[in-house]
């Protein structure tokens, strides 16, 4: 019989984190493959661009050809059920792609080798990196010609200060490709998908053992110095600085011919820690708990326009979930009865009678539930840890179109930015509404869901973005506000500044270094 814990042991939950185009949707598609979840190489694409038909998209989506269905992959691949969740990007980037990280017990950072570490890479990262969860790197594209292998890695180390180890090195690239070293198996794996002949044993000196027309040639001298100079320059292997974020194993491929996929995949999921115990305001919450917890890190509204309801995705963080099952929301102290839940799977949504920590659920919401909310079957009603702020880049001043609705626009207001779709800040001269976001989407959302739900028509005046920095001070001179440094107050009524560009963040600091700025998003 399998115990909860075989079970929660054989869960791998990850997000692939990566700026567009990277091939974050090709990757994916690949491995669902593996893992047998879709049958035909496109269905994951056909998605992002809108080719595939499925009845409920929330509206917006439906504009921008994303399905909710695609926000969590689950797949089955040897011993292991592995959760993908998707991190959406592009125009459709928001803080629930920040969120979704939250929920996530490591990451895939999947990178172009031509175009080396993209901005929205950087973002993401950052989120990673502060909850200090393991991040594999998968440099993509190897069949074409890139950024030279070492230059890679030293940006890696460079731009995003993570050390990292190359389980494999590639042989040539571009039109040059042969295929990878791969250290970790201690084999040539040559660039063609399939024959087990693709794999050549490498002996105890880390040589050909074989004759090989390989073996004379230029590249392999080449990348035999190489992995010299990895062996004696490079970071020592250590899966203890892999679990604690400090180490980025890396790996070289192409996703787009399948190539070094799965040999990835196989050492990814050897790595990638299972589900473990988070902290709660009660203390540890063990995975294999017998009482049943998670927390919601995302919402999303209209699923099916002829209803109001909602998704709350709710990430499993101890024990066993079954349908039908009463459980308490901790903020309110209300029992739930969680009779209609739904998961979701890349080809199908199918009803999810049992599921374990590490498992992603959906749940339909009528206005229950808000980010970061705990739910639990414990009568000890603890929460787990607040979600993080994330800085908002992006700024509208918002109004009601007509003044006489302005109740309902406060409402409207309120509740969803108590939900977590969008921030709010008011000017502190003025007080003005000013909506924050990290995505431009946020304020689609906003405003279709005024118009929707609150029946409120929003007028939004761009403000472009900002750079957000928060104030320590409990009091600060109001005289410090300028059209270049805006100074507002957050939801919790904290100062914070809204700077036109780093140069107005500079010049604010030297002429007022008394007053402390801080960014929560900041590498430690
Ligand atoms: P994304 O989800 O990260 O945005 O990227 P996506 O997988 O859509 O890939 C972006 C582009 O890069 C696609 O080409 C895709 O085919 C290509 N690509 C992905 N992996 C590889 C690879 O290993 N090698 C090469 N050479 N290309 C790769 P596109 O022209 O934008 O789309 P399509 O028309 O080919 O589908």
Redesign the pocket.
Known sequence: MTTLKDEVQSRRTFAII?H???????LTEKLLLFGGAIRDAGTV?AR?TGKYATSDWMEIEKQRGISVTSSVMQFDYEDFRVNILDTPGHQDFSEDTYRTLMAVDSAVMIIDSAKGIEDQTVKLFKVCRMRGIPIFTFI??M??QGKMPLELLAELEEVLGIETYPMNWPIGMGKDFVGIYDRFNNRIEQFKTEGEDRFLPLNDEGELEIDHALKDSQLYEQTLEEIMLLTEAGNQFSEESIANGKLSPVFFG????TFGVQTFLDAYLQFAPAPQARMTTSGEMSPVSNDFSGFIFKIQANMNPKHRDRIAFLRICSGKFERGMSVNLSRTGKPINLSSSTQFMADDRNTVNEAVSGDIIGLYDTGNYQIGDTITTSKDMFQFERLPQFTPELFMRVTAKNVMKQKHFHKGINQLVQEGAIQLFKTVRMEEYLLGAVGQLQFEVFEHRMRNEYNVEVLMERMGSKITRWAEDEKLDENLHSSRSILVKDRFEKYAFLFENEFALRWFQDKNPDVELYNPMDLK
């Open positions: 990566s567009p185009d990277a091939g974050k949707t090709t694409k992002k993509n594209k069949d074409r192409s996703a787009l011919t």
